[in-house]
C-alpha cells in the first residue's frame, strides 16, 4: 500500500514536471491563475481517487472508461429538467476531467501506459463535449419548449458525424493499416500539413467554446446561476455560441 501523502507528492512532482514540459506551469499563479487552481482540483481529487483504487483490481483503462461514461451521465442528468440532478451534471461536468487526471497518474505509478488508454482518455473528452452540446440543446428546448432547439440540435450532431476532415483522417488511417494507402497521396498530405499555418482567425475559432475547461466552465457556471436563479436566457447565447462554431468549423474545412 502506498500512502496518501506520499502519492500526492508523487502526483504534483509528475504534473509540475508534466505541465511545465507540454501545458502550463502549476505554480505559476501569475500566468494562468484559474489553470493552476484547477490543475490543484483535479491533483487533490485524483490522489485521492488513486489512494483508494491501489485497493481494488481497476486499471487505468478502466478509469478512462468511467471517464467517458461520466460525459454521458452528466448530459442526461442536466437534461432531466429536475433541478437537483441538472445541477448534479453541472458539477460532474466541472470535476469530470479528475477521472482523466486519475487514469493518467495510475498508469504511471503501476506502468500501465498504452495506446488504447490513450484513445480512450481523447474519446471520452470527444464524448463529453458531445453530452454538453446535445444537453443544453435539451435544457434550451425545456425552458422554452421550442422545437427550435431540437432541431439545430439534431443539425449540430448531423454537422459533426458528417465532418469532412473526421472522415478523411478515418479513411486514410483504414488504407494505412490495410496497407492501401496511395504513398503519392500520403507524401502530398504530409507535406501540406508541414506547410500549413493557422491565421489568427482560424486560431480564434478552433479555440473559441472548445471543450477545454477554460471553455466549459463558464458555461457550467452561467446554466448554473441561470438554474438557481430562474433565468433563461444564458444557455440560449451559449446554444447558439455552440451552433454557430459547428456551422464555421464544417464548412471552413473546405
Same mark, same amino acid.
Given at each position: 500500500?502506498i ?17 511545465s ?20 482540483v ?22 478512462s472508461l468511467?471517464?467517458c461514461?461520466s &460525459?454521458? $451521465?452528466?448530459?442526461l442528468?442536466? #437534461? ?6 441538472? !445541477? /448534479?451534471?453541472l458539477? =460532474? ?23 488504447? &488508454?490513450? $484513445?480512450?482518455d481523447?474519446?471520452? #473528452? ?6 454538453? !452540446? /446535445?444537453?443544453?440543446? =435539451? ?19 448531423f ?15 483504414y ?20 506547410k ?31 438554474i ?12 447558439w ?5 459547428a ?8
Amino acid at each position: 500500500m502506498i500512502k496518501y501523502q506520499e502519492l500526492r507528492n508523487q502526483n504534483y512532482e509528475y504534473r509540475a514536471k508534466r505541465d511545465s514540459d507540454f501545458e502550463f506551469d502549476i505554480y505559476d499563479w501569475k500566468s494562468n491563475p484559474y489553470s493552476c487552481f484547477k490543475a490543484r482540483v483535479y491533483i487533490e481529487l485524483s490522489t485521492l481517487f488513486a489512494f483508494f483504487l491501489q485497493f481494488t483490481k481497476l486499471t487505468a483503462n478502466h478509469i478512462s472508461l468511467f471517464y467517458c461514461i461520466s &460525459g454521458v $451521465i452528466a448530459g442526461l442528468f442536466l #437534461s432531466s429538467n429536475i433541478d437537483s440532478l441538472m !445541477i /448534479t451534471g453541472l458539477l =460532474i461536468f466541472f470535476l469530470k476531467n479528475s477521472l482523466d487526471w486519475t487514469d493518467g497518474f495510475i498508469a504511471k505509478i503501476n506502468n500501465q501506459r498504452s495506446a488504447l &488508454g490513450h $484513445i480512450l482518455d481523447t474519446w471520452g #473528452s470527444h464524448i463529453g463535449e458531445i453530452s454538453l !452540446i /446535445t444537453s443544453i440543446g =435539451i435544457y434550451c428546448y425545456n425552458l422554452t419548449n421550442n422545437n427550435i432547439y431540437l432541431i439545430i440540435t439534431i443539425l449540430i450532431l448531423f454537422l459533426k458525424v458528417i465532418d469532412f476532415k473526421i472522415y478523411s483522417f478515418h479513411q486514410l488511417f483504414y488504407e494505412l493499416i490495410n496497407k492501401e494507402n496511395n504513398i503519392e497521396i500520403k507524401n502530398n498530405i504530409d507535406e501540406n500539413i508541414k506547410k500549413k499555418k493557422d491565421n489568427l482567425f482560424v486560431i480564434f475559432v478552433k479555440n473559441f467554446m472548445d471543450n477545454r475547461a477554460r471553455s466549459t466552465d463558464p458555461v457550467c457556471l452561467l446554466i448554473f446561476i441561470e438554474i438557481v436563479y430562474n433565468l433563461n436566457y444564458f444557455s440560449k447565447i451559449i446554444f447558439w455560441l455552440y451552433f454557430l462554431k459547428a456551422f464555421m468549423l464544417f464548412f471552413g474545412i473546405f
